[in-house]
């Protein structure tokens, strides 16, 4: 996931997310790839089942000081261990 990450754009409500896309396409017989840049924000709500799905996302988040209140390191851990119920 960390690939295709450009940029995080943290927020009171919700996390503003662009990324970065490879689209493979072909034109004249010619097999290529495009980047494709799409922004999206993604709600509070959202953003913690994001954050439950993808824990390493969630350690970047809280090296940079977001959620801090919320979840700390060791609680990410945790979640992102494969046995987390």
Excluded: N, Y
């Excluded at 919700?14 to 689209?23: E, P």
């Excluded at 010619?30 to 913690?48: E, I, Y």
């Amino acid at each position: 996931m960390a690939e295709i990450i450009e940029r995080i754009e943290l927020c009171d409500d919700g996390i503003r997310m662009a990324l970065k896309l490879t689209v493979p396409c072909s034109q004249a017989g010619v097999r290529t790839s495009s980047l494709v840049g799409v922004t999206r924000f993604v709600p509070l709500a959202m953003t913690a089942i994001l954050l439950l799905l993808a824990p390493k996302l969630a350690i970047r988040l809280a090296r940079g000081g977001w959620g801090a209140h919320l979840l700390d390191l060791r609680s990410i851990g945790l979640i992102a261990r494969e046995d987390f119920r």
